[in-house]
C-alpha cells in the first residue's frame, strides 16, 4: 500500500485517496503495534539507545513514540532505564510532543546548539532574532502560563531536566535530517526567524513577531492579529468544524490557484472600517499580511495541527462587506499537496 500496490496483475491497479490511504495505513500499522507497555518491553530487551536507533531496529515512527503524549524519556523510565528526573518531567515530556512540527533547518540548528550547551546563554549578549527563537521555544515548552519572570528563568527550569533536554536534541536532529520541503526567507525583517512552508502555532508566530515574553505572554483567540505597524496575521483553518466553529465564523477560505486564496474577514469587518481598508491599502500604508493555513484543528491522533506559512500575501481585489471577500496574491507557490487540500475545500 506505501508502494501504490507495485506488484499487482498486469492491467489492474488499486488507487486510494491520499486521507483513505494514511487512515487505512494507520489502522494497518495500530494493529500490529503492542502498545506503550510493549515499545517498553521491547526497548528493555534491547537496551539503552537512542531514539534514532530505536526507531532504526523496531517498526515505530515518531508518531508511536509520542502519540500518548509521554515521549521517548518516559518510555526509557517504563523500560526500567535509570532517567534524572526534573520537577516539571510529565510536563516537559508532553511539550516536546508537541513540537514535532519543527523542520526550519536554521531553527532545529540554533536549538540543538543550545541544548548541547553546559549552561543556558547569557541573555545580555543575545541578538534579538535569538532572542525571539527562545521566546518561541519558551512558549513551546511552557504555553502561556505566567511562573516565569523572563527568559532566564524559563531556560534555567528546562536546564534542570537533563535528560528531556537530550530527548528534545534528539528529535529535533531526527526532524531537521526528515525535512524534505523546500523553504524561503519572507523577507520581512531580519529579527523575525519564520521561513514560507514551514509550520507555525500562533504563539510561535507571535513571539517571532517579537509579541509577548515569559512575563506577559500573548492572548489571541481569533483568526486575525494585527501586530501595530508592522502586519496583520491571518490564521485559516480550512476545514471548519461545527462542533469547533459558529454558524458566524465558518468563513469560505480556500486556494483558487497556486499563487491566488480566496479569504473572507471577519463578519464584523466592513471595506470602510480601518481594518478594511489597512487590508486594501497595506501596501502604501507600509504594512504587510502575513497568512497561515492549516487543513483542520487537530489530526487522526487529536494533536493540534500548527500552520502553514503561506508568506506575504497581497491584496488583489475584493467584493462584500461584513464579511469582506478578498483574493490575497500569494509570493511563492503553494507547495503541491498542501494546494490539493486548499482547493478542495471550495
Not at 110 to 119: H, M, R, S
Not at 175 to 203: C, F, K, M, W
Not at 232 to 245: G, M, W, Y
Request: net charge negative.
Amino acid at each position: 500500500m506505501e508502494e501504490d500496490f507495485p506488484r499487482l496483475p498486469a492491467g489492474c491497479s488499486i488507487w486510494l485517496e491520499a486521507k483513505a490511504r494514511d487512515v487505512v495505513l494507520r489502522n494497518i500499522r495500530d494493529a500490529l503495534k503492542v502498545g506503550r507497555a510493549g515499545m517498553a518491553r521491547e526497548l528493555a530487551g534491547l537496551g539503552d539507545m537512542s531514539l534514532a536507533a530505536f526507531l532504526q531496529r523496531t517498526p515505530y515512527d515518531i508518531d508511536d513514540i509520542y502519540g500518548s503524549g509521554s515521549g521517548w524519556t518516559a518510555l526509557r523510565r517504563a523500560a526500567g532505564i535509570a532517567v534524572v528526573a526534573g520537577p516539571d518531567q510529565e510536563r516537559l515530556g508532553r511539550a516536546i510532543g508537541r513540537m514535532r512540527h519543527i523542520e526550519d533547518a536554521a531553527r532545529v540548528d540554533f536549538y540543538l546548539a543550545l541544548l548541547k550547551a553546559d549552561q543556558p546563554p547569557q541573555m545580555f549578549d543575545i541578538a534579538e532574532h535569538e532572542k525571539r527563537l527562545l521566546t518561541m521555544l519558551h512558549f513551546d515548552l511552557w504555553a502561556t502560563t505566567k511562573e516565569f519572570p523572563d527568559l532566564a528563568a524559563s531556560l534555567a527550569r528546562l536546564w534542570q531536566h537533563p535528560d528531556l533536554r537530550d530527548e528534545l536534541a534528539q528529535l529535533l536532529e531526527i526532524l531537521g535530517n526528515r525535512s524534505e520541503r523546500a523553504d524561503y526567507d519572507p523577507e520581512i525583517d531580519s529579527a523575525v526567524p519564520l521561513r514560507v512552508h514551514q509550520r507555525y502555532t500562533r504563539l510561535e508566530v507571535l513571539a517571532a513577531l517579537g509579541v509577548g515574553s515569559p512575563a506577559q505572554p500573548p492572548a489571541i483567540r481569533e483568526g486575525v492579529y494585527y501586530v501595530q505597524g508592522v502586519a496583520d496575521l491571518l490564521f485559516v483553518t480550512l476545514q471548519k468544524d461545527p462542533a469547533r466553529f459558529k454558524p458566524t465564523t465558518r468563513y469560505h477560505d480556500y486556494a483558487l490557484s497556486s499563487h491566488l486564496f480566496h479569504w473572507e474577514s471577519q463578519s464584523t469587518t466592513s471595506d470602510s472600517s480601518p481594518t478594511g481598508q489597512r487590508y486594501i491599502r497595506h501596501r502604501e500604508m507600509g504594512t504587510r499580511v502575513l497568512l497561515f493555513v492549516r487543513e483542520s484543528t487537530h489530526g487522526l491522533a487529536g494533536e493540534s495541527i500548527p500552520f502553514l506559512f503561506l508568506g506575504s500575501a497581497e491584496h488583489r481585489e475584493h467584493s462584500g462587506s461584513r464579511p469582506m471577500a478578498i483574493t490575497w496574491q500569494l509570493r511563492y507557490a503553494m507547495p503541491p499537496d498542501f494546494l490539493l487540500e486548499a482547493r478542495a475545500v471550495a
